[in-house]
């Protein structure tokens, strides 16, 4: 039997939805249950007990009443059912932890994250285009965990041998095992419905590559912990509209927070889920700017305590882990030719670590210099003529990414002469000099060949003799953001050389072939906009006429390192393009589970693991996609028409246009952003997205059957949801069973020979397994 409060038995047969939604009510604090979809029958009595019935009349224990608009009180809490979460937990944590060790080699990603946290291990400085947080988090599990960080992470396939790996893999493993654990709780709050929540839970414990991706050295079970627990954090937290400020109303707002700065600390991508909890925030106070009960300063209150716990909270997180990630790598290593001169100073082991040098730029000084550019290298020269019709056959011009005698070059006047050793004349902003490479004595010149492979450029070239060359030498020194008569300081200034036909001295980044030694090409760019391309810094500095001043005085604060850091992984991350003949994949082959990746082996004498989804999970997200607007169509215009629905009806509609409407919002934000982006991509990407999916098809296919009640009998309706769920969840692990060699390993002839114990699973010929 449905159960009905008084109001809404007197009001049903006179007011339609839109009204009895409006209608205000004066209801006890013990009269807050609503209506609720039935979980599913087998479990029923345990889960649910008997529905509460609401009583207009009825007064708390005080005799006093709370008027609550009926469009804001808050739904029944169904609780979880406590052997259903220990199947689930139980489920995740054996499916993720078994074969845990094997294959005991390096598998993909592996030789770059396990390399990363064995970096922390050894406070050695590294670079790499995401945040610290998961790479950090990584390290610890290993330290903890006997690790020693001396396994070199070389490339994929090298064996571990006597390396404890276990513990970072098992750190991963852990968080991805909690994965539907919070999809159930998060499903179940959504929903209020038991069988959903165990659907939606199912989908992802038994999904092959939920599994894969959990089970090695990755940020994404990390990353994935922390927008589900964002996710569950913000759904709890929006239960508790009834009780603002309340000591829960604070944790579970405190904790959406702090899952926040734990998703954007390991990936950039942790901005989707920032967005979904922006804008449900955005629409919970535009809500409370309308409920007229409340007075401007209450709404101010909640204001403010949302900024309080999901963005000042956050950032201070945030910020934190960058300061712990800074204290803890103060050891020169791979990443100091990506950041600027001043930030290497500060690295133990680098040669600019407490050096001095005199302060100032100035005539007669020899000097390196450096581009500002990613990888952009240091001007460099050698005895290397540019070959037969590559421009002028004059000597190469290039960046060089290592330190290097080649790199240093005298600063001379355009005459020629070098200011009296007695009284050396400082290089000001404005001044034109003349750059002589030191080693081959030759200048640094322009002129207006095309450059090598940069053919809108010019070429730039080593030309003259013991410093005698012609009015090509000669380049103006800018001081970015500088006035006349500016000094050039060194580490600190961002300098460019403007050529006097006009063109601006510049790094592309493009690799020569052989016979420029695969170094950087430099040119003469004519497009004369700042960028980091056209930026150098003067890095080595040596006058023995000028004072010396230690580097240590030119160290950059805390903001300024956290800064250029964002820079320079904001660049790395657009600077991923796709390289000839390198395997990436485009957004649409996504959900409908197109190509997987090879994450170990590539013959049948190998052990191989191979990243796909269960097929059967990826494809019936995708439908339920389709068939979820479909029912969000049907319920919406049902509901505009004022169709007669019972209260279980009504109730079912809110929970798909309300919760549903989360999931797809989670969704669509975690997926469309893709299409956008210039970087190249791979399959991996899209789990994110895939967790909403699997959420939001628990929560469609739970309603879809429970509907089944509005066209049988009770006596039918009950046998087809139970038949409905008995078949979804038998499908879901028996194409576990047909897949799940995917995730734990597989050995002898590939799916596509003779013999294969994969045979006639390659239901794709795009699948490479």
């Not at 064996?159 to 098992?170: D, I």
Request: glycine letters at 8%; charged letters at 15%.
């Amino acid at each position: 039997m449905e159960a009905k409060d008084e109001t809404t038995d007197r009001i049903s047969t006179t007011e339609d939805f839109s009204v009895l939604r409006n209608r205000k009510t004066c209801l006890t604090s013990e009269n807050k249950h609503a209506l609720h979809t039935s979980p599913l029958p087998e479990i029923q009595s345990n889960t649910l007990g008997h529905e509460e019935e609401d009583d207009d009349d009825q007064r708390s224990s005080n005799g006093t009443s709370h008027c609550t608009d009926r469009s804001i009180t808050p739904p029944a809490v169904v609780p979880p059912h406590a052997g259903l979460v220990l199947l689930v937990l139980g489920l995740s944590f054996s499916t993720r932890f078994y074969k845990l060790a094997e294959p005991s080699h390096i598998c993909w990603d592996e030789t770059h994250f396990g390399k990363m946290g064995s970096y922390y291990i050894n406070r050695t400085f590294f670079f790499d285009v995401h945040p610290p947080l998961g790479k950090m988090l990584i390290g610890l599990a290993g330290y903890m965990t006997g690790y020693d960080g001396t396994f070199p992470f070389i490339k994929p396939g090298d064996k571990y041998e006597h390396h404890n790996y276990w513990g970072m893999r098992g750190f991963c493993a852990a968080l991805g095992s909690s994965l539907p654990v919070f999809a159930y709780f998060i499903v179940l709050e959504l929903s209020r419905s038991n069988s959903a929540a165990l659907i939606a839970a199912s989908l992802l414990i038994f999904d092959t590559g939920c599994i894969t991706i959990s089970q090695y050295i990755l940020l994404d079970p990390i990353l994935m912990f922390f927008i589900m627990g964002a996710v569950l954090s913000m759904v709890k937290f929006n239960q508790q509209k009834s009780r603002p400020f309340s000591a829960c109303w604070w944790r579970w707002l405190l904790l959406t927070g702090v899952n926040l700065s734990g998703a954007m600390g390991v990936k950039f991508v942790g901005l989707f889920v920032v967005l979904l909890v922006g804008i449900n925030t955005a629409g919970d106070l535009w809500r409370l700017l309308g409920d007229l009960r409340l007075s401007l300063g209450d709404v101010a209150k909640h204001l403010l305590a949302r900024v309080v716990g999901l963005i000042l909270l956050p950032l201070v997180l945030y910020v934190t882990v960058f300061a712990v990630h800074f204290v803890v790598l103060n050891r020169s290593g791979p990443g100091d030719g990506f950041f600027s001169s001043a930030f290497q100073s500060r690295l133990i082991g680098n040669n600019l670590h407490n050096a001095s040098m005199p302060e100032f730029l100035a005539y007669g000084s020899t000097i390196t210099v450096k581009n500002l550019r990613i990888a952009g290298g240091y001007l460099h020269s050698h005895w290397h003529l540019y070959p037969e019709g590559v421009g002028a056959k004059q000597q190469q011009v290039t960046a060089y990414l290592h330190k290097d005698y080649n790199n240093l070059w005298l600063v001379h006047k355009p005459d020629g002469s070098q200011a009296q050793a007695e009284a050396s004349e400082l290089v000001h902003h404005g001044d034109t000099v003349r750059l002589e490479h030191k080693e081959t004595t030759r200048n640094l010149h322009s002129h207006l060949h095309e450059a090598p492979l940069t053919k809108k450029h010019f070429q730039v070239t080593g030309y003259g003799i013991n410093g005698s060359g012609d009015s090509n030498d000669l380049w103006r020194v800018e001081v970015c953001g500088g006035r006349v008569g500016d000094l050039v300081k060194v580490l600190r200034s961002k300098v460019r050389f403007l050529h006097t036909s006009g063109c601006v001295l510049y790094s592309s980044g493009k690799t020569l072939p052989k016979w420029g030694w695969e170094q950087v090409e430099v040119t003469c760019s004519p497009y004369l906009k700042e960028t980091p391309n056209s930026q150098w810094n003067i890095e080595d500095h040596v006058n023995p006429t000028l004072p010396n001043i230690s580097l240590s005085m030119l160290k950059p604060h805390f903001l300024e390192i956290l800064l250029e850091s964002h820079i320079v992984m904001i660049r790395g991350n657009s600077g991923l393009k796709p390289k000839d003949n390198e395997m990436n994949s485009k957004p649409w082959h996504w959900p409908v589970n197109y190509q997987g990746l090879r994450f170990s082996g590539v013959n049948e004498t190998e052990y191989r693991v191979y990243l796909l989804g269960n097929p059967v999970t990826w494809w019936l997200n995708l439908a339920c996609l389709g068939l979820y607007a479909v029912m969000v169509a049907v319920a919406s215009v049902a509901l505009k028409r004022g169709v007669p629905l019972g209260p279980k009806s009504r109730e079912r509609c809110r929970v798909l246009m309300s919760g549903g409407g989360q999931l797809a919002l989670g969704w669509l934000l975690h997926y469309a952003p893709f299409y956008t982006m210039g970087r190249i991509l791979y399959y991996h990407h899209y789990f994110p997205a895939m967790l909403f999916s699997s959420m939001l098809t628990g929560l469609t296919l739970d309603t879809l059957l429970h509907s089944a009640d509005l066209f049988l009998s009770p006596s039918y309706s009950d046998w087809l949801l139970r038949r409905g769920q008995m078949v979804l969840l038998f499908s879901i692990m028996y194409s576990f069973h047909l897949f799940y060699p995917l995730s734990y390993g597989m050995r002898g002839p590939l799916a596509h020979e003779p013999g294969s114990a994969m045979a006639g699973l390659k239901w794709m010929d795009s699948w490479e397994f």
